[in-house]
């Protein structure tokens, strides 16, 4: 299958970037088997600081799944040092946050939830553990003394080389 990168895109209000607290944060993506076709009906979690065996037991894998149709064993992971950030700059277009190395399988969805940090543009505070689940958030930032926000997140995969 290849590389596939997570890019996001949003409207930005005060913030002059976010991003994923990496390597734990938690990627709940939905799952296509290559082979087959099969897509996932749950969300599955995706996390940098995990691993697991492969069946072979010589390498691990960010992910493993056996497919419910096929019986294919495929894996996923986390390209180190892929995560990026999204600033004020990147409004209006998408911009890479992760990318995945997939075999036999690749993502189709993804859904944000809790673990992203703001920096807020004029008062450099950092908010953390933000939940992106609604693909929004607002907040009064105290120090600069405005309300702060992450609007219309919108995520797509793209193939890389």
């Given at each position: 299958?290849?590389?596939?990168?997570?890019?996001i895109s949003a409207t930005l209000e005060g913030i002059e970037e976010f991003y994923t607290s990496h390597p734990n944060y938690t990627f709940l993506l939905k799952i296509k088997c290559s082979s087959?076709?099969?897509?996932?009906?749950?969300?599955h979690d995706v996390t940098e600081s995990q691993t697991y065996p492969g069946k072979t037991g010589k390498s691990e894998n960010h992910y493993i799944a056996k497919c419910k149709l096929?019986?294919?064993e495929?894996?996923?992971?986390?390209?180190?040092?892929?995560?990026?950030?999204?600033?004020?700059?990147d409004q209006g277009s998408f911009k890479n946050i992760v990318t995945f190395d997939c075999r036999g399988i690749e993502p189709v969805d993804f859904s944000p939830s809790e673990g992203w940090i703001?920096?807020?543009?004029?008062?450099?505070?950092?908010?953390?553990?933000?939940?992106?689940?609604?693909?929004?958030?607002?907040?009064?930032?105290?120090?600069?003394?405005?309300?702060?926000?992450?609007?219309?997140?919108e995520s797509k995969f793209v193939s890389v080389k």
């Amino acid at each position: 299958m290849g590389k596939l990168s997570l890019q996001i895109s949003a409207t930005l209000e005060g913030i002059e970037e976010f991003y994923t607290s990496h390597p734990n944060y938690t990627f709940l993506l939905k799952i296509k088997c290559s082979s087959c076709g099969e897509i996932s009906d749950k969300w599955h979690d995706v996390t940098e600081s995990q691993t697991y065996p492969g069946k072979t037991g010589k390498s691990e894998n960010h992910y493993i799944a056996k497919c419910k149709l096929c019986g294919r064993e495929n894996n996923l992971d986390i390209i180190p040092g892929s995560n990026g950030k999204y600033t004020s700059d990147d409004q209006g277009s998408f911009k890479n946050i992760v990318t995945f190395d997939c075999r036999g399988i690749e993502p189709v969805d993804f859904s944000p939830s809790e673990g992203w940090i703001a920096k807020v543009e004029d008062s450099g505070n950092i908010f953390d553990n933000i939940n992106l689940s609604d693909k929004e958030w607002v907040e009064y930032d105290e120090k600069s003394k405005q309300s702060v926000g992450i609007y219309e997140l919108e995520s797509k995969f793209v193939s890389v080389k």
